[in-house]
Structures are given as structure tokens and as C-alpha cells.
């Protein structure tokens, strides 16, 4: 199993809803050390504007880590940089989103249905990818996600078949020299998992979440606002 290497992560939605709903299962501690260690400036967040539009109340469990969906907002808005898709990253989510994925014939079943990404995964995608090219983060970029294609909400719009981030790589047979296809699939993508030692061994404090908020959450100061050229009009500091 693939585990981080890195720290400088974007954050898929289902990361942070299911650590807010104590779902996590294994990953839980490595959630929490690669969000306390964000919080105290270890580790490099980012997160697409699009991730606030995913926060259904129905998939939150208010009994979870967080009394209610303004708190964990306002916390993810504190530990993390937003970025908010430019035109030309939502074309290139648009291409990936239009794509027919299969696998070769040969590992293919007889009544396999091809996959497509949902328009959500697709601008996480292209977002990571401006996030990795314009920040010029290369390939210490990680993006974490649970996103194995079993789960049970995980369909494409009218019925399609819902293809899974993790192992998007096995599903290129005739896409595999699609210049986005190329790009997203030298994506690091891989589950919140660390190979060091837990947070408690470390001693680093847990993130404390932020206190409750009404209204709309805006995006902090150190978000990473685009210019219509795609470059960053404030670039974080190192």
C-alpha cells in the first residue's frame, strides 16, 4: 500500500467529511497528525472552492468531531489554502469529465460498463493539477483521497458508472496519450496514510477546531486566488 512521502497535500472532500464523522477507520490518527501539523505550519494544504458546495448536510454526522457543517467549514478555511477554479481549469476538468474510461480488453469483463468521472472529482482533479503546475509544486503534490469507486453515492450523472481516483491509471485503454489523461495520471493519488510515527508519539498538539461561524465562509487570506492567465496573484510564502 502507497503511503505519503510527502508534505504538501490537496484534500479530496471525503477525507475531511469522513475524519468529521469519525469514519476514517486506519487513517484516523494519520488524518489528524497531517491536520494538526498543517495547523501549526508542518504542512502544506489545499483545497478547492468546490469542497464547501460538497458539505451535504445529509453525509455530516453532527455528533462527529464538530457540532455543525459552519464549524468544520470555518476549520477547513483555517488550516487550509483555497483555491477557486479558473476558466481554464475548468475546461480541463470539463475534457477529463468528457472522457470514456475502460480498462484493456483483456482485464476487461464481458459486461463491464465504461467509467467517467462526476464533475465534482473532475475540477478536484484540474484544480490539483493548477495547484501542482502553477505553484510549481511538481510532484511533491499529494492528492489524498478515499476515493476507491465502491461507494454506494459514488455514480456519474444518468446512471454512468463513477470511475475511482485511486485507479483512474488502470482505466486509460485508448486515453492513455490524452495530454490531461498524461497529466492527472502523474498525479500522486493516494490514501491519507503516513508512514512515520502517530501523533501522539510525536508530541504535536491535535487541532483545536475553530470556533462556530454563521453565514458564509469566505476563504481566508492565505488562499490562493488565480489571475485569468492561471498564474497565482498571492503565492504563499515558503
Not at 500500500?1 to 477525507?15: A, E, G, I, W, Y
Not at 470514456?100 to 464481458?110: F, G
Not at 511533491?140 to 446512471?159: I, Q, R, Y
Not at 483512474?168 to 495520471?185: F, K, R
Amino acid at each position: 500500500m502507497t503511503v505519503s512521502s510527502s508534505k504538501s497535500h490537496f484534500l479530496d472532500t471525503n477525507v475531511l467529511l469522513k475524519h468529521a464523522n469519525n469514519d476514517s477507520g486506519d487513517a484516523s490518527e494519520d488524518i489528524e497528525r497531517i491536520l494538526a501539523e498543517a495547523a501549526h505550519g508542518q504542512r502544506k494544504l489545499w483545497v478547492s472552492s468546490i469542497l464547501y458546495a460538497e458539505l451535504r448536510p445529509s453525509a455530516f454526522i453532527p455528533s462527529g468531531r464538530f457540532p455543525n457543517l459552519d464549524r468544520l467549514a470555518v476549520y477547513i478555511s483555517g488550516i487550509s489554502q483555497i483555491v477557486s477554479p479558473i476558466p481554464d481549469t475548468m475546461l480541463r476538468a470539463a475534457r477529463l469529465r468528457d472522457l470514456t474510461w475502460v480498462r484493456s480488453p483483456d482485464l476487461r469483463a464481458r459486461d463491464e460498463k465504461p467509467r467517467y468521472l462526476t464533475l465534482g472529482d473532475s475540477i478536484h482533479l484540474a484544480t490539483a493539477l493548477w495547484v501542482k503546475e502553477a505553484l510549481d509544486i511538481g510532484d511533491e503534490l499529494e492528492f489524498l483521497t478515499f476515493d476507491d469507486g465502491k461507494a454506494k453515492t459514488n455514480e456519474a450523472e444518468d446512471g454512468k458508472k463513477s470511475l475511482s481516483m485511486l485507479r483512474l491509471q488502470d482505466y486509460t485503454y485508448d486515453i492513455a496519450d490524452n495530454p490531461d489523461v498524461m497529466a492527472v495520471v502523474a498525479l500522486k493519488r493516494i490514501k491519507p496514510l503516513l508512514a512515520n510515527p502517530t501523533l501522539a508519539n510525536l508530541g504535536v498538539p491535535s487541532p483545536i477546531p475553530a470556533p462556530a461561524a454563521t453565514g458564509v465562509v469566505a476563504p481566508p487570506p492565505s488562499s490562493v486566488p488565480q489571475s485569468p492567465s492561471g498564474a497565482p496573484l498571492n503565492t504563499p510564502k515558503e
